[in-house]
């Protein structure tokens, strides 16, 4: 029972991780279209 909990929480914090990354991506991809990419750059 304890290693379904565990998977259970590992596909949780994956599931969060790719909704980080996501937002992420969306952020650079947003700053990008602003035309700050010297910002990124550095």
């Known amino acids: ?3 379904n ?3 259970t929480e590992m596909e949780a ?3 969060q991780a ?3 990354a ?3 991506h969306n952020v650079v991809i947003r700053l ?3 035309g700050l990419t ?3 750059d550095t």
């Open 32 to 34: 990008l279209e602003l």
């Open 22 to 24: 996501v937002m992420a």
């Open 1 to 3: 029972m304890k290693q």
């Open 13 to 15: 914090d994956l599931n």
């Open 38 to 40: 010297d910002f990124l």
């Open 18 to 20: 790719r909704r980080t």
């Open 5 to 7: 909990s565990a998977v």
